[in-house]
T-cell receptor, first 112, second 115 residues
Framework: DQQVKQNSPSLSVQEGRISILNCDYTNSMFDYFLWYKKYPAEGPTFLISISSIKDKNEDGRFTVFLNKSAKHLSLHIVPSQPGDSAVYFC???????????FGTGTSLTVIP | EPEVTQTPSHQVTQMGQEVILRCVPI?????FYWYRQILGQKVEFLVS????????KSEIFDDQFSVERPDGSNFTLKIRSTKLEDSAMYFC?????????????FGQGTRLTVV
């Protein structure tokens, strides 16, 4: 039961360019979405979040876009830096509980 | 910067043995979680804990699993009789509030290997 999907297991981008990571969800009750970054041998680190009342949230180089009608969100990283190379997880939650549902992750490689 | 700490970083145990994974959440956080990630798979929710009781648990969190906050600072996950399929990275997390308008901070994980 994959309620949050990240269909691209990997992505390579040149340094300085835009990285776009995509996430789709199936549960229309989800109303809060997050992106986490994970380096090897470390736990996920919170990056940015968005509530369903918004369609965009920006924090420095990171912007998350939410399209509720399409049940789709994306993370834009501009400009991409080699230190951004990590696995990025999309997560979602609903107001029926406290758990987050994670996607399978997208491994981003930023090439210097 | 405050962080969630987990011990040990790696635990190897024989099938059928009990294991206890330990976590120290961030001190002013009220909600505590365990998640796990089997190699190559997604991060899966196990349980959330608030006000000294389980507030939510997943299908994975069966009778073999239990959680405890024994002393007001530690948060433990016990697996009573480990199975091979329990091998995974186990992540503890904590948050100030429940899931809305806040994020959970994750520890670095404990890699559990059941042999």
């Amino acid at each position: 039961d994959q309620q949050v999907k990240q269909n691209s297991p990997s992505l390579s981008v040149q340094e300085g360019r835009i990285s776009i990571l995509n996430c789709d969800y199936t549960n229309s009750m989800f109303d809060y979405f997050l992106w986490y970054k994970k380096y090897p041998a470390e736990g996920p680190t919170f990056l940015i979040s968005i509530s369903s009342i918004k369609d965009k949230n920006e924090d420095g180089r990171f912007t998350v876009f939410l399209n509720k009608s399409a049940k789709h969100l994306s993370l834009h990283i501009v400009p991409s830096q080699p230190g951004d190379s990590a696995v990025y997880f999309c997560a979602a939650s609903s107001n029926t509980g406290n758990q987050f549902y994670f996607g399978t992750g997208t491994s981003l490689t930023v090439i210097p | 910067e405050p962080e969630v700490t987990q011990t040990p970083s790696h635990q190897v145990t024989q099938m059928g043995q009990e294991v206890i994974l330990r976590c120290v959440p961030i001190s002013n956080h009220l909600y505590f979680y365990w998640y796990r990630q089997i190699l190559g798979q997604k991060v899966e929710f196990l349980v959330s804990f608030y006000n000294n009781e389980i507030s939510e648990k997943s299908e994975i969190f069966d009778d073999q699993f239990s959680v405890e906050r024994p002393d007001g600072s530690n948060f433990t996950l016990k697996i009573r009789s480990t199975k091979l399929e329990d091998s995974a990275m186990y992540f503890c997390a904590s948050s100030v509030r429940g899931r809305k308008n806040t994020e959970a901070f994750f520890g670095q994980g404990t890699r559990l290997t059941v042999v």
